[in-house]
């Protein structure tokens, strides 16, 4: 939970900068930065998963490229109300990724690969049975786990103000432990033109 915490800050700080951009050098192109939130699914090997992200991004190189820094997150959890496994398997990524963006008036699409930091939560072995009437609910043993990944990313978004957005998110996270993907539903705040 610590990781999501610092990371909603530090996107929210550089969001909150991404509004007070300064464009004076008017050969160039405006410089946009934003911070996106959403929610979604994705799944890893045999779970199906809730999914959710923040991120920070800005375009650079006179705006025909993209840097983006996110934390991302799945766990299993919503789908094993009435049982299923404990602990609950769950997934997160702290990265930063660069990428190409195409931008029209009323919106972008971009895609984006980097390097990112992956934790989580596996099971272990089979401890034991655990259940009641209507719950049936496997207990295992809890492996933590942390390795590097590669994230990727590829977004469209629609922009019809130019503080605000919606859009749609691909990502996916190759790494030698638990490589996972999904689509996120996004909400999109910041310099957008």
């Known amino acids: 939970m610590k990781p ?9 700080l550089l969001g ?3 509004f007070a951009m300064d464009d004076s050098d008017t050969s160039r ?18 779970w199906l998963a809730f999914t959710g992200v923040a991120s920070y991004s800005t375009t650079v190189n006179g705006g025909d490229n993209l840097l ?21 398997e769950t997934i997160w990524d ?5 990428g190409a963006i195409s931008k029209r008036r009323f919106g972008f699409v971009s895609a984006a690969a980097g390097l990112a930091v992956v934790g989580g939560v596996k099971r272990g072995a089979f401890l034991r049975r655990e259940g009641g009437w209507f719950s049936i609910r496997d207990v295992y043993e809890v ?32 790494n030698p432990v638990r490589s996972y993907k999904g689509l996120n539903f996004c909400l999109q705040f910041g310099r957008l033109r």
């Not at 405006?30 to 045999?46: C, I, K, T």
């Not at 983006?68 to 609950?88: D, I, K």
């Not at 590829?154 to 691909?170: I, K, M, Y």
């Open 16 to 18: 909150s900068s991404a």
């Open 94 to 98: 702290l990265g930063a990724l660069y």
């Open 143 to 174: 492996r933590h786990f942390h390795t590097v990944g590669m994230p990727l990313e590829a977004q469209a978004f629609f922009t019809p103000l130019p503080f605000f957005g919606l859009g749609l998110e691909l990502y996916a996270n190759l």
């Open 68 to 88: 983006s820094f996110r934390y991302g997150y799945a766990t299993e959890s919503v789908f094993s109300l009435l049982g299923g496994h404990t602990p609950e």
């Open 4 to 12: 999501l915490i610092i990371t909603i800050s530090i996107v929210l």
């Open 29 to 46: 192109p405006p410089r946009l930065g934003w911070v996106n939130f959403g929610g979604g699914f994705g799944s890893s090997r045999a």
